[in-house]
């Protein structure tokens, strides 16, 4: 007699037939040491197989073993010291609530929330409400994942299949947690934004722009300091604070490949209108950004060549063939470039910009960015990157934040 079997039935049977994750775990000999990691945090591991639908990656030995014989870091101290909160929440930074396979990465990354939740404690602060982000691209053939530091690791096997449809891709490296962004830029020599930390730091907005929850903000560099530097030298700190909260957005970690032709409410008041071109290129107001989605451990970064002007009216989203200066009749005073004088350079712990981000095509060209990029196989939690949905619920989040600001002035 034929037995006829329905598909769901034939799916029940095949994730029947797939093993535990901690069963997976111990049947791999390169993932040793990520078993006993989470031997350490038996919270997280039991958390982890209740879990449905959800995507990890799993470092291999090697990676482990590159971290801890390599330049000391705050990962690898905690993994040495065996300090378990630290390690859990290393492991946590791994773990995506989405189903993802070696299919949804392509050339244009792919920013997604991790199960790392906020936390204000040390080491690894971290503050975006709906999961610390990473990135996923295909470097070549490669598929790679972005995070904390421009930290670049690869799967080097996929798609390997857990219980209750979880799965597992291993990895050549340990994922960095992001750090803030005062700490991150200031380790970015290459970068050039040496003004804007000294600019804010003589307003007193270090800690505000590290703390703020879902920041994205926009970062001038040195450059578009120096061209700017008369409409600056005499101007009071209350100036300056509006100019510098002005290229802020709080509530929504906007990335490139999110950014539509919108305007959207900053930390100062006033609405910044952001643009695609019809090559990718991402604008804000009439400024250019540069070099896009440098991850921290409270949003995104992007370093734009224009200081943002909150006085400057932009009529519609969408890129002037001509933009006009944001700063009327200003000028460079010499070879100065303003606010640098007591910003110290830092010798220790720079970090190295991988290719990838550099030459990776970060928003899909078309104008109005409706191209889509890699989508999930499942469903992940809603995310604040979703621009269109952010960029109305940051409205109410602002408000507060400015008024704020104003009261303020593994082993």
Known sequence: MKTTFTLAAFVASVLAQSPSLSELIESQPDLSILGTALGLVPELAETLTGLSGITIFAPT??????????????????????????????????????????????????????????????????????????????????????????NTATVTEADIKAANDVTVHKIDEVLIIPSLLSDTLSRLPDVGVSAAIGALTATDLVQTVDTIADLTIFVPNNAAFAGAASAFANASVETLTSVLTYHAVAGAVVFASDVTNTTVPTVNGNDVTLSVGTDGTVYVDNAKVIFPNIILSNGVAHIIDTVLNPEDEVESPSPAATPTPAYSGASAIGTDIPFTSGVAAVGTGLISIPAVATTAQFVAPGGANATSVASPTASPSPSVSEFPGAANKVKGAVGGMAIGLGMALML
Do not use: C, M, W
Not at 67 to 85: H, M, W
Not at 88 to 94: M, N, T
């Open 61 to 150: 030995d090697s990676a482990f073993q590159a971290l801890l014989g390599g330049e000391t870091s705050q990962e690898s101290f905690s993994i040495s010291q065996r300090d378990a909160k630290a390690v859990a929440r290393i492991l946590s930074y791994h773990v995506l609530n989405g189903t993802y396979t070696s299919s949804d990465f392509s050339e244009i990354p792919t920013y997604v929330n991790t199960l790392l939740t906020p936390s204000s404690e040390s080491p690894f602060v971290s503050n975006v409400t709906e999961g610390q982000n990473l990135g996923l691209v295909l470097d070549g053939d490669s598929a790679t994942i972005l995070s904390g530091d421009f």
